[in-house]
T-cell receptor, first 115, second 114 residues
Framework: DVKVTQSSRYLVKRTGEKVFLECVQD?????MFWYRQDPGLGLRLIYF???????EKGDIPEGYSVSREKKERFSLILESASTNQTSMYLC??????????????FGPGTRLTVL | DQQVKQNSPSLSVQEGRISILNCDYT??????FLWYKKYPAEGPTFLIS?????DKNEDGRFTVFLNKSAKHLSLHIVPSQPGDSAVYFC?????????????FGKGTLLTVNP
């Protein structure tokens, strides 16, 4: 079974703090993703990485950065947290078999509250 | 510009009956479609997928139908069980350079009543 783990299930931070969210996968997947989920908005892609040290912006990258120094680990960084970044953050990974289609496997999520 | 649409925010069904969740898409480059199930405070769980070369895929109580001409897919759950109560997300990806990106719908909350 694919296992994707996230460093915290619940996190409370103050406005202006630097926040690190960590994600680790154990299936040697090439691709890793960060989403946020908000009520009525579904899942929105923040950033993704298709290889170590490689990254691409998703649909809502503003206010976020990412780091992928090792294949199994993908970090999401909020440089200066703001209240509108209060959300559920979801990490996912996938193998990327090319044109055959790809299935992403998700971690349990981190509920971040910014006060 | 919403490329994957789930027009029903919620659906309520009696236990033992069929649940039908619908999804429409606008991007003709999408060629792989997935359904995910999500319980509160948990990450989405992959349920079933379908490639555009097929029009039906079945896995136990779950069947996904794809109508490419209408750009429409549906998830059928038969029979529905109370444990199926969750938010269901439809997702799609396309061939080409970014085929590993998924575009999600906003989700449909399914409630199965005992």
């Amino acid at each position: 079974d694919v296992k994707v783990t996230q460093s915290s299930r619940y996190l409370v931070k103050r406005t202006g703090e630097k926040v690190f969210l960590e994600c680790v996968q154990d299936m040697d997947h090439e691709n890793m993703f960060w989403y946020r989920q908000d009520p009525g908005l579904g899942l929105r892609l923040i950033y993704f990485s298709y290889d170590v040290k490689m990254k691409e912006k998703g649909d809502i990258p503003e206010g976020y950065s990412v780091s992928r120094e090792k294949k199994e680990r993908f970090s999401l960084i909020l440089e200066s947290a703001s209240t509108n970044q209060t959300s559920m953050y979801l990490c996912a990974s996938s193998h990327n078999p090319g044109l055959a289609g790809d299935t992403q496997y998700f971690g349990p999520g981190t509920r971040l509250t910014v006060l | 510009d919403q490329q994957v649409k789930q027009n029903s925010p919620s659906l309520s069904v009696q236990e033992g009956r069929i649940s039908i969740l619908n999804c429409d898409y606008t991007n003709s480059m999408f060629d792989y479609f997935l359904w995910y199930k999500k319980y509160p405070a948990e990450g989405p769980t992959f349920l079933i997928s379908i490639s555009s070369i097929k029009d039906k895929n079945e896995d136990g109580r779950f069947t996904v139908f794809l109508n490419k001409s209408a750009k429409h897919l549906s998830l059928h759950i038969v029979p529905s069980q109370p444990g199926d109560s969750a938010v269901y997300f439809c997702a799609a990806s396309g061939s080409g350079g970014s085929n590993y990106k998924l575009t999600f719908g906003k989700g449909t909350l399914l409630t199965v009543n005992p």
